[in-house]
């Protein structure tokens, strides 16, 4: 129901996306890029890769980076696949992040960015995550941190006004929710990025 709302929103917003956020998208997928610590050999998931703009950048670094990308929208995958057309290595899958067409432990890295406060069953989504992940992998994730005033105030508007948004933890609640899905923590920090927004990444593998 709620990715149905998703789905149209982002549809809707495909053509738009990249240039109406294009600073935060820049600075926020940069900062992945440096934290996720990408080997080139790896094979990598971007759960809900919206525009492929973070396989753009792993790209301009490693032109022969495996990647696959997923994501609800197909509009916003049609403006991925374009960019990334040449690259035969990249392929890009319409899924949800709580159902991966994959088989299990097919995966280096899994990354997910600025996407997490969409998912409407976040635990599916990392035990999704963690059955597709190699046993000797990492997730990486990025997302907004309501341990900020000015995320936290989102929180509540967006729940209000904005019916694909779900919800932005804090970075307890996050970590919560990754080692219920069995994963445990490695490195984790919060950061800000412009004045207001306030982002949390943590790095986790599976447990022993
Ligand atoms: C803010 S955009 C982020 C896109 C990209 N990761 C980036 O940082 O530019 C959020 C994306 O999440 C996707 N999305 C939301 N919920 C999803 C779900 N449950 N499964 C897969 N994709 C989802 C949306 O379609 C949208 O493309």
Redesign the pocket.
């Known amino acids: 129901m709620i ?1 149905t709302t ?2 149209k929103q ?1 549809d809707h917003l495909a053509s738009v ?1 990249d240039q109406r ?1 294009k600073s935060y ?1 820049a600075d ?2 940069s900062f992945l890029k440096t934290w996720a610590e990408i080997s080139p050999l790896d094979i990598v998931l ?6 492929g ?2 396989e753009r950048l792993l790209l301009t670094e490693n032109s022969t980076q495996s990647i696959v990308g ?4 197909d509009k ?1 995958l049609a403006i991925a696949k374009q960019k990334c057309s040449v690259y035969t290595q990249v392929l890009f899958y319409t ?4 159902a991966l067409p994959f088989d299990n432990n097919s995966f280096d890295v899994i990354v ?4 997490f406060h ?3 069953d976040p635990l599916a ?1 990392l035990i999704e995550m963690k059955r597709v992940l190699k046993p000797d992998g990492k997730v990486v994730i990025i997302d907004w941190c309501k341990d900020y005033l000015f995320c936290k105030v989102l929180d509540i508007t967006l729940k209000i006004f904005d019916p694909a948004y779900q919800q932005c933890y804090t970075q307890n609640e996050f970590h919560g929710l990754l080692t219920s899905a069995n994963f445990a923590v490695s490195r984790a920090t919060k950061v800000r990025f412009g004045v207001f927004w306030g982002l949390m990444a943590a790095t986790a593998s599976l447990q022993d």
């Open positions: 990715e998703v789905r982002y996306y956020w998208i926020t997928l971007d759960v809900a890769c919206g525009t703009e973070f997923v994501d609800i929208s916003m899924a949800s992040a709580s997910s960015a600025n996407s969409y998912f409407d989504a």
